[in-house]
């Protein structure tokens, strides 16, 4: 039994499972990164919806502003009155009086001409404030309507869009890894069999003039031990 | 010897892709509907108040000349169309006449709105449908369809009798003055205020 050989095997064999711990730790962080990744650039698309709808949001919550409000509700009187005037038909003449009407019949006519028109532009004008108020919320129902769809749209494909946030982490995760190099495995194996070597009385480093690793693997017998059979060992005789 | 190689897991891109055509998809659609509801626009609109106008706005004046005719009959007939009061009895005739073509002029307005109504509220159906479909062609298809539902011209039914309370109380009104009774109230015949009347 050799404890330098054995010293060394477990050496071996330790650094073949510290630099497997190393890979797999490397391996964990480049999967967290590409996990992080993915939820970062959802995020920002996130945040490029988020702006858009506030946009929206936004301009529907100006047009709601007083002067606005005020100056649409204005438009909408201008343009029902005068469409309401239009309808107005010319003052001509109504009574089909002779030549011989006494003045006051005249005056009358004229008076009642002018009242007639009077009253219809005054009907105009009532029934023009008045439906303006309507049409103006109707046209702020429109926009409304709008917003709403786009807002919608934009609810959509957030939604959407961070729906397949699962599965582009997952992705990003599983694509990230990487299968560990037998470096570790190889080097671990190598400390165990080094390790069991010196455990039966092998010694490594004889022979070798203390040129270490030089022939590595060869027993002074000139026999080297495989660990996977054991027949293969010569006993050394010192 | 190194670890065999494991294809790349792409599922996430083509989900990805197949996000982004759908959404490309979805404005796609919404340009189609939006082309196709391109003559509905302030002019269509104001074409169906012009129509509902020139529907019943003859009708009106039809009714008014009438009256009007009648009404010169009957102001003659009583002997008071070359009065005062035949005049302010037409007068009135006049008045009424133009508030009820200012009426028919906001119903027409009002028949405008409608179409507007009805034409967004289909507009937004089919943007509903565009976003559940994502499907550009279909969406277009169905946009064609109900615009071609849209332009049936609309059914107007005929203008009620306007000025039918006037014409017949207008010969009666003027007699029953003429008479001593309250009637018109033109104040062309100095009646004595009060309710007794002395009958000769």
């Known amino acids: 039994m050799c404890d330098a050989t054995m010293i060394a095997g477990m050496a071996m064999s330790g650094l073949g499972q510290a630099y497997n711990s190393k890979q797999m730790a490397k391996n964990q962080k480049r999967m967290v990164g590409a996990r992080n990744d993915a939820a970062t650039a959802e995020f920002g698309r996130q945040d490029k919806y988020q702006n858009e709808a506030q946009g929206y949001f936004a301009d529907s919550v100006d047009s709601f502003d007083k002067s606005t409000q005020d100056a649409g509700l204005e438009e909408q009187k201008q343009i029902r009155t005068e469409k309401l005037e239009n309808s107005l038909a010319a003052p001509n003449e109504y009574a089909p009086t002779p030549s011989s009407s006494p003045s006051i019949v005249n005056t009358e006519i004229a008076r009642k001409i002018n009242d007639a028109m009077k009253s219809g532009k005054k009907t105009a004008q009532g029934l023009g404030n008045m439906g303006a108020w309507g049409d103006h919320q109707y046209n702020n129902q429109v926009a409304l309507g709008n917003t709403d769809r786009f807002l919608g749209d934009v609810t959509t494909n957030a939604n959407r869009s961070l729906g397949l946030l699962p599965l582009e982490q997952q992705v990003a995760s599983s694509n990230a890894s990487k299968s560990p190099n037998m470096i570790g495995d190889l080097l671990s194996m190598a400390g165990q069999g080094t390790a069991m070597y010196g455990m039966t009385g092998g010694d490594m480093f004889s022979g070798f003039g203390g040129s270490g690793l030089k022939g590595l693997g060869k027993s002074s017998g000139g026999v080297m031990y495989n660990p996977m059979k054991p027949s293969s060992y010569t006993k050394i005789v010192t | ?200």
Do not use: C, H
Not at chain 2, 25 to 49: C, H, K, M, T
């Open chain 2, 1 to 200: 010897m190194g670890a065999p190689s494991i294809p790349k897991d792409n599922s996430a891109q083509i989900a990805r892709r197949r996000e982004d055509e759908r959404k490309a998809n979805v404005a796609s659609g919404r340009s189609a509907i939006d082309q196709q509801f391109l003559p509905f626009n302030d002019s269509y609109f104001g074409n169906i108040e012009t129509s509902y106008n020139d529907f019943y706005q003859p009708q009106l004046e039809d009714q008014y000349n009438d009256t009007r005719r009648k009404a010169i009959l009957n102001l003659a007939d009583s002997g008071q169309l070359n009065a005062s009061s035949g005049a302010r009895s037409l007068g009135d005739l006049a008045e009424n006449y133009q508030k009820n073509r200012v009426l028919i002029g906001d119903r027409g307005i009002s028949a405008g709105n409608k179409a507007r109504a009805d034409v967004e509220r289909n507009k937004s159906d089919l943007y509903a449908q565009n976003r559940s479909a994502a499907d550009p062609s279909a969406a277009s298809s169905s946009a064609l369809a109900r615009a071609g539902t849209l332009q049936a011209p609309p059914t107007y039914d005929p203008l009620g009798n306007v000025f039918a309370d006037f014409i017949s109380n207008i010969g009666t009104g003027i007699s029953a003055e003429r008479a001593g009774y309250k009637g018109l109230n033109t104040g062309l015949f100095n009646n004595q205020s009060g309710s007794a009347k002395v009958i000769s």
